[in-house]
């Protein structure tokens, strides 16, 4: 028969290894959601490069409904990341991107 303090050990070994495994599944989450908004930060960027590269009306108008897209998605993409992150981890990445696309 089981002593009781194995069994405990048991379960408080499972207990620690579930809570590990959750925390380190939102912390991934969580990086992943600001990477998809900075990769649309750079996205923009290169979208405005290529604009002002190239001068032609149907270009623009690629290049805007591309954008008009983008930016629900990247929308979508900072309301999950406050959500399931917190509002300090939406505020760095908006930061970080106006950073990439300023250049500073």
């Known amino acids: 028969m089981a002593k009781p303090g194995i069994i405990a050990a048991g379960v408080a ?3 620690a290894v ?6 380190a599944n939102e912390w991934r989450v969580c990086r992943s959601l600001k990477a998809d908004y900075l ?8 979208d405005q490069q290529l604009k002002n590269a190239v001068d032609r009306p149907e270009f623009d108008r690629f290049i805007a409904e591309k954008t008009d897209t983008a930016v629900m998605e990247a929308g979508q993409t900072l309301f999950d990341l406050e959500t ?4 300090r ?14 250049g500073t």
């Open 39 to 46: 990769a649309f930060a750079q996205g923009s960027l290169a």
């Open 18 to 23: 579930g809570t590990a495994g959750y925390f």
């Open 89 to 102: 981890a939406a505020v760095d990445a908006q930061v970080e991107a106006l950073e990439l696309i300023l």
């Open 13 to 15: 070994s499972v207990l």
């Open 84 to 87: 399931r992150c917190g509002k």
